[in-house]
């Protein structure tokens, strides 16, 4: 009766510090999300900061407008069209390669680019 005692709790042992290990070194074969970046871009002086970017598919581009105006983000496409008010930010995301063209609507001026990869 003791063996089986002894046995059970080296099962319990084992189960646990397996599960120790799986916390310590998570799978990479998570999906996408594991590796998306966050990238920003200022809104300041009536111009997007840095005008040209490279992201990868599903990142996320942060706009924060520091202008005390509100501005656009407008893809040429039509791909996507934001606004961001004084003071505030927005988030776009996009998924499909590509370059992406973009102006504010209000002072078309104002050009950015992004590439996705
Ligand atoms: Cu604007």
Redesign the pocket.
Known sequence: MKTLWIILGIVVILVAGYFVYKNIYPSNNKGSDATVVTTSVT?SN?AFDPTNISVSSGDIITFTNK?T????ITAYDGSFNQTVDAGQATEVKIIKAGTYDYH????PS?KGSIVVK
């Open positions: 809104i009536f202008d105006v509100t501005h656009t504010c609507s209000i002072h104002m």
